[in-house]
Every structure is written in C-alpha cells, then in structure tokens.
C-alpha cells in the first residue's frame, strides 16, 4: 500500500489517524536518509486498516571477486597514481540499484609501502577500494585465503584503509574485541548483519594468539556467530569462501555446510572462491523458513578470461520484514541475477559490462552465452 493508500486510511479513520500515520512514516524516512533510495523494486511500506502490521521492503545484492592481478592495476595506472573507476563505469548503474550491495574483496588494499604486487602474494591499490565505493558497494567480505598474502600488516593496513574511505568490511579484524562485534547495515527499517569465514589462508599460518585476524569455517563458531548476530539483526547474510577453483557446480561439502548455516538461521549465502559462477538454489529449513545459498558468484572485476573466468553478475533479492503483534517475519523473495562479462575492449581496458551488452565489447556470441549463464544460476531455484 503506498502514500495514496495511507492517506486514504487517514480519511477513513479521521484526522488523528493521518497525524499517526503521517509521523510514521515521516519517522522511518528520516532513519533512512543514509541509504540510497534507489531501489530495483518498490520500497514501500504498508500499514494494515488494523493498525498492527507493519510491513518493510528492500533489495539487497552480492557480486563476487575483486582480484586484481598486475595486467589489470598496470592499465589502471595514471600520472598521479591508479583509477579503476573507468573499469567499473558500464556497470554502475546495475549497482546502484539494489539498496545494499556487498562484494568479495579478494586481494587486500595494503597500500604502496608495502609494495603493490601479484599473484600468488596480492597488494593491490588502495584506488581499488575508491572505485568499489564510488560504483556503489557497501560492504566487503575479507576473509579470503589471500587475507595473509601480506601477514598481519597487509590484513591490517587494508582494513584502515576501508575505514578511512566508509567501505565497510567483515571476515577479518584487528583485535579480539573487534573480531567479537558483529557488522551490521540498515535499510529501510530492516538491520543485516554480515558474517565471513574462509577455508584457509594459502599456507600462510595465523599467528599464534591472533585467530581473530581472520574467520576460519569452524561449524560450531559459526552456528554461535548467527545467534549471537540474531541479537542485532533482523537478517543474516554470510560470505563463504570454499569449493573448488574452477568447478563450474558445488561440491558435497559446500552443499552441506550451505543447508546447516540455513538452519542455524543464516538467511543468504554469497559463496567465493571458484572464480567461475555456481547455481543459486533455496535451502527450505526444518521449521519451514527459506534460505537462499548463492554457490559462487564467480569473478566480477579480474583479469581472468576463458573458461567462464571472465563471467561473473549480481544476485539481488527482496527482503520483507513483517511485524506483527511484537513478531517479526524475514521473507526473501524474488531472486534475480544480472550476468555480466569482463572485456578488454575497446582501448587497452578491463571494463566489466551487463553481458547483454557485451556484443559491442567483443563477445559474439553474447546472447548464447546470455542465456547458459541465466539456465546455469536460476534453473535450480524451484
Ligand atoms: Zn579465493
């Protein structure tokens, strides 16, 4: 029901109703104005003629890896320094839609002192976490098997650096305390929390004392971080690096562990890793609540190509939070994916581009590979 149908109950009910209704509303928008009002879909609100239901709506949305290998910070080079924000341009407008938006930020952004590299030990530019800001991403999930690629000081100068520019971050952390405070983002009246855990750091050990640094997937912790999260959130939403690299469909482990964190209350799962897409599909729990677990959300901006490397897109979903006689009710609904593709052309450039597009950036066959890529993430949805 929108502002018409508010105003419409006003009359019915008489001018001290509008007053209430009218402060209401007014109350929710005024908690709201630092979020984007941008929205894929409606975000209304509804307020029942019985006056005890309320109803809240937003889109939040995932896309996967943020891995910058040398080819593509060399073409992001300037006089003055870097500037990815030319690479990101075809898709910003697909990102600013969705009024929360979260990513996988696979390299670190350790700065230049520690010295910009490649694989297998990334530091990428600091302008990368400009340029994931400006084209409209909100959070990003740190716990990686490259958190460690520069030890304790990479891990740690990346995340000051999220700080300083407003980029929220989750999965890895400076101390304990900090390690022990849960993430969290509101839009339009619904609080998220953001969890992120991965399978391992390449290798490179965690120093003693200081498992804090980054989340490792231990059940049990992370059955305890959902409850503890549930205290402050509304909905949970978890990153999870596992799988295979390159597996185009998840493994028994990844299937298992996706349905226990549905069931241990986690409502969506953004999974990273495979650097190429996995199906999304809907875990329905014991108790009848429905999770969605995204397997993987492949690469979005990389250098990687072939072999579904350079296809990656966004996942969106609807979120109503109902509430009801002191009862709240979470629905995900309408789950939706935008494809995209990374060129190199025109200009000696990575540009991510909306894969229906990408027949002006090289790719012929854009609309096959279209319709594989959308059969490949939604036909397991039913
Ligand atoms: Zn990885």
């Not at 969705?98 to 696979?106: G, H, S, W």
């Not at 460690?148 to 990346?158: I, V, W």
């Not at 226990?260 to 329905?284: K, N, R």
């Not at 789950?335 to 909306?354: A, L, R």
Request: charged share 20%; net charge negative.
């Amino acid at each position: 029901m929108m502002y018409k149908g508010i105003i419409f109950i006003g009359i019915t009910l008489g001018v001290l109703s509008a007053i209430i209704f009218y402060n209401m509303y007014e109350c929710d928008e005024a908690k709201n104005k630092n979020f984007r009002s941008v929205s894929l879909h409606s975000t209304d609100k509804e307020i029942d003629l019985d006056l005890k239901m309320i109803e809240r709506r937003t889109t939040i949305a995932g896309i996967g890896d943020i891995l910058i290998h040398d080819r593509v910070y060399e073409l992001a080079q300037t006089a003055s320094g870097y500037d990815f924000t030319p690479m990101l341009q075809k898709v910003k407008p697909m990102l600013q839609a969705p009024d929360l938006l979260i990513a996988n930020q696979e390299t670190i952004l350790g700065g230049e002192e520690i010295g910009i590299s490649s694989y297998p030990s990334f530091n990428s530019p600091q302008q990368v976490g400009d340029a994931i800001v400006e084209a409209g991403i909100d959070l990003v999930s740190t716990a990686n098997n490259h958190s460690l690629d520069k030890n304790e000081k990479g891990l740690l100068a990346s995340l000051s650096y999220m700080d300083k520019i407003g980029l929220s971050h989750t999965g890895t952390s400076r101390s304990q305390a900090e390690s022990e405070k849960v993430t969290t983002l509101e839009s339009n009246g619904i609080r998220f929390a953001f969890l992120s855990y991965t399978y391992g750091t390449n290798g490179i050990p965690i120093p003693d004392g200081k498992e804090f640094l980054v989340n490792l997937i231990n059940r049990k912790q992370m059955k305890k971080d959902i409850q503890k999260a549930k205290q402050s959130a509304d909905v949970i939403i978890m990153s999870v690096h596992w799988g295979n690299e390159y597996e185009r469909f998840p493994t028994v482990e990844q299937k298992e562990l996706g349905s226990y964190l549905i069931e241990s209350g986690a409502d969506l799962i953004f999974g990273h890793h495979p650097h190429v897409l996995q199906p999304m599909e809907w875990h329905t729990t014991e108790d009848g609540r429905k999770g969605l677990i995204v397997y993987s959300l492949g690469n979005f901006l990389s250098g990687q190509i072939d072999d579904y490397k350079d296809l990656g897109g966004m996942t969106a979903v609807d979120v109503k939070m109902t509430m009801q006689d002191g009862s709240k009710k979470i629905s995900l609904m309408n789950p939706q994916f935008y494809p995209t593709y990374v060129s190199k052309e025109p200009s000696q450039m990575y540009h991510v581009v909306p894969l229906l597009e990408a027949g002006q950036f090289g790719l012929r066959n854009y609309k096959a590979v279209y319709k594989e890529m959308m059969a490949h993430m939604m036909s397991s949805l039913q």
